[in-house]
């Protein structure tokens, strides 16, 4: 498992920091691709509807993007060429039980 600063990757991706940056994030694509339809949405109720309304899809892509986020970062570490992966293994942000 791949620690950073003795806390494992998957932790520190699925902080509430990083949820809510990616949150952020994938609200304003969300908005992006609907800005057609939205250029009549002027009222808060409008508004208001709206953030509900995508509460439920952000929520599934954002924890769907972490997984794969933690998945690739793993698979990118280990893949790292030897003298890099060297350097990450001895910086004391970067700990893996087992990398040899």
Known sequence: MLLITEAPLKLRVRSEYARCRLTEAAYDAALDALHPALHEVTSADERSWLREALAG?????????????????????DDAPPALRRKIEQTPRWRTPGWE
């Open 57 to 77: 899809p952000l929520a599934l892509a954002v924890e769907a993007a972490l997984d794969v986020l933690v998945t690739e970062l793993g698979h990118m570490v």
